[in-house]
């Protein structure tokens, strides 16, 4: 069955974005805001090989946890917080309904 949830983006600009992500297409949120126009890069195409799709998580969802992969991709990105993830390594599930994140600054 299928479910969709909602994902709050706020863009570089400050505006956030109301964004309807599916969950049956084994979608992550890079792919959610690429499909939605938002400027998210990707350049690796989701391989957690550039930060081109770094985020900030604004809520308390659960997420899970960083590879290695992505831990070595944040390590040397640009503007890194605490709260930062690639956007790649973030699948769509029912749990992450209400999903607040704001893009990271262009590198």
Do not use: W
């Not at 960083?66 to 831990?71: A, G, N």
């Amino acid at each position: 069955m299928s479910a969709d949830i909602r994902i709050y983006v706020t863009d570089r600009e400050g505006k956030t974005h109301e964004l309807i992500a599916p969950t049956d297409m084994q979608m992550n949120l890079m792919e959610v805001c690429k499909a939605n126009e938002l400027p998210v890069e990707g350049t690796c195409g989701g391989m957690a090989l550039c930060a081109s799709c770094q985020c900030y998580i604004e809520s308390s969802h659960p997420l899970y946890e960083r590879s290695d992969d992505e831990e070595a991709m944040l390590a040397e990105a640009f503007h890194a917080k605490d709260t930062s993830r690639l956007g790649c390594q973030i699948l769509m599930t029912t749990e992450l309904d209400g999903l607040e994140i704001v893009l990271a600054p262009e590198e």
